[in-house]
Each structure stands twice: as structure tokens, then as C-alpha cells.
């Protein structure tokens, strides 16, 4: 762990909040600050200080003052023009262009066609090459997914920076998982909702009763398999269902703060008002994108590592990780497997974004996942700004934080990869 954040801090010239949160799994972090460093700071198609203003432009479209705030002092750092600070029309119009890209991938990604790949490869002036948008992609999708983590995780900036430890709203005070990294365990472990009345008892029987479900599902997985026109009509009422799943939260339990942040952010956007949407609002429909049709493993990762070399490697590393990483723990629970879990919340997350996996029985998500934990989860994953102490402390109750933030982990890198395939769909249909 000391060697973690020795390699950490090397690499940032800080110990970031985000690094004391992952430290909880220190695999999975050692993967993530090779990711990023090679993203950030290593031979690639993108200048430096590019590639932290795009950074900018990915975390403001999330609110997140943490995220960009750092990235202003890195932008700075690598001598980048302070002007472009004043707001996105200040930037050279290559990145502006970037801005309708950034907007579509962190809000509804499956809106993403190879139109929008053709405009900025074929713009008359400052168009962007394959390599060049490939490495912009991987960065918006890297940054729209780090933002959820920050508000997944109630991260909020070091004392030395701009709004440190005076971030959030009263709402959300005390709510900050790096205190209890920093060894601080004034938070009680025992988590409590909002009424401050759950008994232990209560939360004893919910994870006894996922337990329960967990052995139940897998009885049934072995007794019988549902078929190809079962499984994809349980798919289609998932993602239905998924569409009515919001908090039911008052405003006032949001960070309204966050609004109007103390670094006005939305400076580094256009469009404020445009934001996440469910895909089958108004009759709408999106055709489901079919995992069997173009995955991450047979056509992203190839596309990615040649066109930015290593990089599909490291990502693909990062996911296999997240999916993967269990101690074989549940709460108080040793030995065991919790692959059926992690399987749901990760297909879970793909459905919401309208992504099949035709060998999955959606059936499952609804025996695994409860309504607060499902609330949480498309909080962190669509409107991170949204996440308030409530809705973390209201799923799951009798988990440890390390388990907690290991749900985040899950989150975004579920997330991330959601968004590459829309995206390195449409440039593979562009390329072709």
C-alpha cells in the first residue's frame, strides 16, 4: 500500500482524495493510476495540456468542482493558456468541437451515430485525426465516469484547495468517505437512514435475505433455463422498468450547492440545460444494442489499442479487475460467491443504456437488486451531481464502507465501458 502511494504520488505530486478512497482496494488502484498516468502524462496523440482540458470539459459536464479543479492547476502546470479557462469559447475551436461529443456520451450515449465521428474528422479546419478522437474518447469516458465516483463516494477536496472540507451542502455534511480513509472513524460503520432508526436487526435480515435469493437463483439456474424469447422480453421489461427509477428525494436533499459550484464549471460547456434522459421517454425508441453484435473484448479493445497503442490493454485490465474483484465477503458473511451480484448491478447498469447481453436472464436484477440500492446505483451513473449522504447510507445497510466503495468501482467502470462501445461503435461504422 506505502509502495501505491509512493508510485501515487510520483506521478501527481500529490495524494489525491480519489487515490486515499480506492486505496480500499488496492489492486484495482494500482491498475487505475497506471491507466491514468499513461492517459495524462505518457506518448500519445494528444498534446498535454489537451489532454487535461478535456478532463475539464468532462468533469464540468457533471458539476464536478473537484474534478476540475484539479485539472485547471495540472492544465496550468503543463503550460496551458490561462485564457481558456474563461469559458469554452476561449479554447481553439478543435476543442470546442468536441463539445457536442462530450455532451451526447456523458448524458445519452446512445445517440451517438457516425455522423457526429464524421464532423469532427472531416471539419473543414481543425478536424481531429482517428488516433487523436480515440484518445479524446477514452478521456471523456475516463472523466464522466470518475466524476460518479467523486459523488458516489461523497469526496469532497483537500483542505488546501478551494472549497476543501466547506464543499457541499449542510445536507450532505459529514459525508466523506476519505475521512474514514484518513483513519478518521467518527462515522459510525453501523450505517443508519434517515430517520436515524434502522435497528441492526433490520439490516441483519436484508443481508440474510440477499443471501437467501442468491442461493435460491442459483438453485434455479441449475434446475432450468428460460428461453432466447423469455429471456429477451424480460430484458426489454428491465429496461422499461429501469426508466422509472429515480429518487423520490426532495431538493433540498441534493448538494444545491453544487448547482453553482465554487469554480462556476459550466463555463466549460455548452448547452447547460442538456441532461440525462431516459431512451424511451416520448416515445422514442432505441434499438437494443446487442452485446453479440459489437463488444468490448472482440471489436473495442482491438479498435483502441491500434489506434492509441497499450491503452485497450490498460483499459481492459481496469475492467477485468472491477468485474472481478471480490474477497468473497457479504457483510458479515466469509466464503462467499458473490459473482451472481456483481454480474446483476454490472448488467444492470448496460441495461439502463440499452445494452443486451442475450445469454443474461434479466429475471435476476430484480431478485438481487432493491429499489434503494437500484436508486442509488443510476444516481451515480446518470446524474452523479444528484447523489446525496441519503441514498448512500440507504442501500445495503449493514456493509462495511470498503464494500461500498467497491459498488462505486463496479459503477464506473461499467459505466465507462457503456459509453466506449456507443462511441467506438460509431467510429468503427464510420471507418467502414
Keep these: ?146 466524476a460518479s465516483f467523486t459523488f458516489g463516494c461523497g469526496i469532497s477536496p483537500e483542505i488546501h484547495c478551494d472549497g476543501g472540507h466547506t464543499f457541499r451542502s449542510p445536507s450532505v455534511s459529514n459525508y466523506c468517505i476519505c475521512d474514514i480513509a484518513n483513519g478518521n472513524h ?68 441534493y448538494n444545491d450547492e453544487e448547482v453553482t459550484p465554487a469554480r462556476d464549471v459550466s463555463r466549460h460547456f455548452e448547452d447547460t440545460s442538456y441532461g440525462y434522459k431516459d431512451f424511451s421517454r416520448h416515445g422514442m425508441h432505441v434499438p437494443t444494442f446487442r452485446v453479440q453484435d459489437y463488444c468490448w473484448e472482440d471489436h473495442g479493445y482491438s479498435l483502441v489499442n491500434r489506434l492509441y497503442p497499450d491503452v485497450g490493454q490498460l483499459i481492459d485490465e481496469k475492467f477485468h479487475i472491477a468485474y472481478n474483484l471480490t474477497y468473497n465477503t457479504m457483510a458479515m458473511h466469509k466464503d462467499v460467491d458473490t459473482s451472481m451480484l456483481r454480474r446483476a448491478i454490472w448488467n444492470y447498469i448496460h441495461c439502463m443504456f440499452g445494452i443486451r447481453y442475450d445469454d443474461y436472464d434479466y429475471g435476476e436484477i430484480n431478485q438481487l437488486l432493491d429499489r434503494s440500492f437500484k436508486v442509488y446505483i443510476k444516481t451515480v451513473v446518470c446524474t452523479p451531481e444528484k447523489v446525496t449522504k441519503r441514498m448512500y447510507d440507504s442501500f445495503w445497510r449493514q456493509f462495511k464502507h470498503s464494500e461500498k466503495v467497491h459498488v462505486n468501482l463496479l459503477l464506473i467502470e461499467a459505466r465507462m465501458q457503456a459509453e466506449l462501445l456507443y462511441a467506438l461503435r460509431a467510429i468503427t461504422r464510420y471507418m467502414t
Excluded at 490561462?82 to 462530450?102: D, H, S, T, V
Excluded at 467518527?186 to 441483519?204: I, R, T, Y
Excluded at 443481508?207 to 429477451?232: F, G, H, N, P, T
Design 186 to 253: 467518527n462515522v459510525d460503520e453501523m450505517q443508519v437512514n434517515s430517520a436515524g432508526n434502522v435497528s441492526v436487526s433490520d439490516s441483519f435480515f436484508e443481508v440474510e435475505a440477499l443471501m437467501e435469493k442468491m442461493k435460491q437463483l442459483q438453485e434455479c439456474r441449475d434446475e432450468e433455463e428460460a428461453s432466447q424469447e423469455e429471456m429477451a422480453s424480460r430484458f426489454e421489461i428491465e429496461k422499461r422498468e429501469s426508466m422509472f427509477v429515480f429518487s423520490s428525494g426532495k431538493s433540498s436533499d
Design 1 to 146: 500500500m506505502h509502495a501505491l502511494f509512493a508510485d501515487s504520488f510520483a506521478a501527481l505530486g500529490r495524494l489525491d482524495n480519489i487515490t486515499l478512497v480506492m486505496v480500499f482496494h488496492p489492486q484495482y488502484l494500482e491498475s487505475f493510476l497506471k491507466t491514468q498516468h499513461y492517459l495524462l502524462q505518457m506518448d500519445g496523440p494528444l498534446p498535454l495540456h489537451y489532454r487535461h482540458y478535456i478532463g475539464i470539459m468532462a468533469a464540468a459536464r457533471h458539476q464536478c468542482s473537484y474534478l476540475v479543479n484539479l485539472h485547471v492547476n495540472d492544465f496550468l502546470h503543463v503550460g496551458g493558456d490561462p485564457k481558456w479557462l474563461n469559458g469554452l469559447e476561449n479554447a481553439p475551436q478543435k476543442l470546442q468541437n468536441l463539445g457536442e461529443l462530450n455532451k451526447v456520451l456523458a448524458h445519452r450515449p446512445w445517440l451517438i451515430t457516425k455522423e457526429h465521428i464524421e464532423g469532427l474528422l472531416k471539419a473543414e479546419e481543425h478536424s481531429w485525426s482517428l488516433a487523436e478522437l480515440v484518445h479524446a474518447v477514452v478521456l471523456l469516458t475516463h472523466y464522466h465516469s470518475l
